[in-house]
């Protein structure tokens, strides 16, 4: 094995100490089960962060990088680190691994890939609320509780927090931190929670996010794509997401492209399984 | 206060703030003290200052001049001068390499190494290892280290490098905290743990990494994290147990800040009851930022500490309307409880990152032929407030570097006047705000020399450029990012090295320096006063005039904090870490690719040749003369 085994087992035994400490413990070292010619897929990935990924291998992008494992012919390695600023920098340029399976497609700090799918913040409500809103311009948010997640980080927020402080509406958003309690299981989904029970009205979400604990909140929910797309001047609600590779390593995005391009429907079924919102479905190529 | 023989002796008694003004005490010490050493007599200097200046009568707060370096900024004012003059602007030239120490961590190296009773301590960046060299054998020897241990995943949530900005010692433990939220207490003599404290949750965003100051037996720290939505605080440790004494917020409710009958902030505005939830919209104050990661000072007579807290959260301020108190605030507080007795807010809604942690110097000096107790205070936004510390009453605030993203301090309402072009705006381009995000002047300590008069400040003259286009995801959600660039301000210069008067309000000199200055400031009654460079220079400069008396070219850059001691062999000695990093050395430390002009909230575009200049570093070294 490699050498950098000891330092992997080390970070995923951390991971999975804060993630609750009961989890099975995923680790790429051990007694080598292929003979050692195999190619080696080095994935870094966030330990605690459905419908995403997970030390479990649960998430959607879990699944997508065993396809793609499989279609290379490779073996499957993980390195576990929270997908919060330095993830990259800590992670794929120190070059630990060599493959995020989700960025946006224009990320600057990685080659990106061909996109693989299209999705949008999405309105989270109550159906038995039926507030049917699919609008920042709808005068009901001047009056609803709203949730939006706050990055608070690079001067900047979510799209939705931006969108509804540009509007004035302020004092009636509850922001909950897309970092959240890191010792609860995927953090982020507490937005999502709080529309269930009735602590908020309306949350506005990242698409796949709500899509996927919406399937599983003790109340029916109802999520309904932003509108406008795009606010003016320029703030978009819409994002193509493409794996990113380390910036130089253009043979391996090569290589993954034409993965994308083999595996498409497949990895349509995985993201429809996990119940992702799309914008670009049925289409036949990238949608750059 | 005990009047006890130990304390004319090198004795563990540290905590003991004893004043020159008790002029029995002083005579009592001065016997048993070496020749070579100056006490900082109140308003005598000793030494002739340089002929064409004099000084302007600023003085600090003095303590006995032990040789030692117990504190982070050698003494309670903070002042970061030693009495020892062994080493003068004379012969500094001769000043040559004695040892060094090899740290093995190579991430950025900003603490303040301590000197007690002839053993050196030396605190790491994360894994935050603390070694103790012995100072009596020659080459100064490991005698132990200890690893307290941290949780890898800390590293993950720390803004801005994986640093740590030293210790404290009383009472034979040595107290520093680890970048995962555990306050530590290490035997001095054996390195044995002598207790540990968890008290803050990594898994909030919280972390630590400022330096403790240890008051009455009491361990003083505060928290960071504002870019993670932490709600900042500062917390009292007991120096014996390591239990918990008191918690003061900087957002919430009066009661959770600490707010009762005895807090008398000097503007009417900021005595209305729960501004640290009225001034924000709903509830964000609960994750409204404002740690208090920079330095604590504390002034005995009147039984207060003061420290700034750091910027509100999130960032962008649309999302914050009101003034968001209590960040970007100077507290003074009762150490024996957290009470707070006065608050400045030198940034209300906050607009640009401008913390106010930086350093406060405690100052008696003459203005309108009265003595004030003042504080020194060179803030982020780029003004260098004189307040009066006994009510929080601002005097003057005045430009040390170059400002457009406000017009002035109004001092008869405190309020600092906003330049509405610099207003930072989503989705739109704000061109040219200076000071940028790391302000006039970030974490890096000024020191002031009572010989002189002047306060040596070490900072940077940056600039930035603020838009919103870069592709940013974080825990799976996308966003569109701000994009701030970061470049030179005018002259061209990104740091420089000055020395203010306080008293005439003027600067007197300036050393242009090509990178920020990121180290610490040291004066010493020697005349001298030194800092490093990004690129590795370690400097002797006369604290008179400026002029550069001495260099010498460490392995990497120099963001630490120097100090100077007086060795068991009874030479004075100068010792500073090497090794780049922080926010500004993110670059070569953090391994940033220099394409990505963002990173590092920007300031990777200014510093795209700092991988040309150095290589990461983690040595300490030790001069003296020959």
């Given amino acids: 094995m490699s050498s950098r085994c000891p330092e992997l087992t080390r970070r995923i035994a951390i991971v999975a100490l804060l993630a609750g400490g009961s989890a099975t413990i995923a680790t790429a070292c051990g007694p080598a089960r292929a003979a050692p010619t195999t190619r080696e897929l080095r994935v870094c990935s966030d330990p605690n962060n459905l419908p995403f990924s997970n030390e479990r291998r649960e998430g959607f992008e879990n699944k997508i990088a065993e396809l793609v494992a499989r279609d ?63 609008s920042f311009d709808d005068p009901q948010l001047r009056r609803l509780r ?109 290589e993954l492209n034409a993965v994308i391009s083999r595996r498409r429907s497949e990895i349509d079924r995985i993201l429809s399984d996990y119940g992702v919102p799309r914008l670009d479905i049925g289409r036949a190529g990238p949608t750059t | 206060m005990a009047r006890d023989n130990a304390f004319c002796r090198s004795s563990f008694k540290v905590t003991l703030a004893v004043f020159l003004t008790l002029p029995a005490l002083a005579a009592g010490c001065s016997r048993e003290k070496p020749a070579d050493e100056v006490a900082q007599t109140p308003g005598k200097p000793t030494v002739t200052p340089m002929a064409g200046r004099s000084n302007g009568g600023a003085i600090a707060a003095a303590e006995a001049e032990d040789g030692q370096w117990t504190r982070p900024a050698k003494n309670y004012a903070s002042t970061r001068f030693s009495g020892l003059n062994q080493i003068t602007a004379d012969n500094v030239r001769n000043l040559r390499l004695a040892w060094t120490f090899e740290t093995g961590i190579l991430r950025g190296q900003e603490a303040a190494p301590l000197v007690v009773n002839n053993t050196m301590y030396v605190v790491t960046p994360f894994p935050n290892y603390l070694y103790a060299l012995d100072l009596t054998k020659p080459g100064a020897p490991m005698k132990w280290v200890y690893k307290p241990g941290p949780i890898a995943a800390a ?52 972390s630590l990494t400022m330096a403790p100051l240890i008051v009455k037996n009491k361990v003083i720290i505060g928290n960071s994290g504002g870019e993670f939505g932490i709600r900042g605080w500062v917390t009292a440790l ?46 964000t104050w609960k994750i409204g930022g404002a740690g208090a990661w920079g330095w604590i000072s504390y002034d005995p007579q009147l039984n207060l500490i003061y420290y700034g807290s750091a910027n509100p959260g999130p960032w962008n301020p649309d999302q914050r309307p009101g003034d968001n108190k209590w960040s970007a605030t100077i507290f003074a507080r009762d150490p024996d409880n957290g009470d707070a007795v006065w608050a400045y807010q030198m940034s209300p809604h906050d607009l640009h990152d401008y913390d106010g942690v930086n350093e406060n110097i405690l100052l008696d000096i003459p203005i309108n032929g009265q003595t004030r107790k003042v504080l020194i205070h060179p803030d982020r936004n780029g003004y260098l407030y004189t307040i009066d510390r006994t009510n929080g009453e601002v005097l003057s605030a005045d430009p040390y570097g170059y400002v457009n993203t406000s017009t002035g301090v109004d001092l008869k309402t405190g309020r600092i006047k906003y330049a509405d072009e610099k207003y930072p705006k989503m989705g739109e381009v704000v061109r040219n705000s200076c000071p940028a995000a790391p302000g006039a002047k970030d974490w890096q300590p000024s020191a002031f020399s009572p010989m002189t008069g002047l306060i040596y400040i070490p900072h940077q003259n940056l600039c930035m450029d603020v838009e919103s286009v870069e592709a940013n995801y974080i825990a799976g959600t996308p966003f569109v990012g701000m994009n701030v660039k970061m470049f030179p301000g005018p002259g061209g210069n990104r740091g420089q090295f000055d020395a203010w008067d306080p008293v ?56 630490g904090q120097p100090v100077t001691y007086r060795g068991p062999d009874g030479k004075q000695y100068v010792a500073v870490m090497s090794g780049v990093g922080g926010w500004s050395g993110a670059i070569v430390a953090g391994g940033i690719d220099p394409r990505d002009s963002s990173a590092a909230l920007g300031f990777v575009a200014t510093m795209t040749d700092l991988p040309a200049a150095t290589n990461k570093g983690g040595t300490l070294y030790v001069f003296s003369l020959p």
């Fill in chain 1, 72 to 134: 290379l012919n490779a073996r499957l390695s993980y390195v576990w680190w929270a997908q919060r600023r330095g993830f990259v920098r800590n992670t794929l340029n120190q070059n630990q691994c060599d493959l995020l399976i989700g960025v946006p497609s224009s990320f600057e700090r990685t080659r990106t890939t061909v996109p693989y799918y299209r999705s949008t913040y999405v309105f989270v409500t109550r159906r038995d609320r039926h507030l049917k809103i699919a």
């Fill in chain 1, 146 to 254: 709203i949730g939006v997640q706050l990055i608070g980080d690079d001067a900047t927020n979510t799209p939705p927090a931006h969108a509804l402080s540009k509007r004035n509406i302020i004092s009636n958003v509850r922001g909950y931190s897309v970092y959240g309690d890191y010792r609860q299981p995927n953090p982020p989904a507490r937005l999502i929670d709080a529309v269930a029970r009735g602590d908020i009205d309306v949350g506005v979400a990242w698409g796949p996010l709500a899509g996927y604990f919406a399937q599983r909140e003790p109340v029916r929910l109802d999520i309904t794509r932003v509108s406008p797309q795009i606010d003016v001047p320029f703030l978009p609600f819409v994002f193509d997401i493409s794996m990113g590779v380390r910036r130089g390593n253009d043979s391996l995005r090569d």
């Fill in chain 2, 155 to 206: 590293q993950g949530v720390a803004c801005c490098d994986v640093v740590n900005r030293g210790a404290s010692y009383a009472d034979g433990k040595i107290v520093y905290n680890t970048l995962d939220n555990h306050t530590v207490a290490v035997d001095a003599a054996s390195g044995q743990e002598v207790w540990k404290t968890k008290v803050g949750e990594i898994n909030l965003g919280e």
């Fill in chain 2, 238 to 283: 007991d120096l014996g147990s390591g239990k918990i004494l008191w918690r003061a917020y900087h957002t919430g409710p009066d009661s959770a800040v600490r707010i009762g009958p005895r807090f008398k902030p000097f503007y009417a505005e900021d005595r209305r009851p729960d501004l640290g939830v009225k001034t924000w919209p709903g509830e």
């Fill in chain 2, 504 to 559: 005439a309000h003027k600067l007197v000199w300036s050393v242009k320096e090509n990178f920020p200055v990121w180290s610490g400031a040291l004066a010493t009654a020697g005349n001298v006063a030194f800092y490093g460079t990004m690129e590795g220079w370690f400097k002797a400069v006369d604290a008179g005039t400026g002029q550069e008396l001495w260099k010498f070219k460490t392995g990497s850059g120099i963001i």
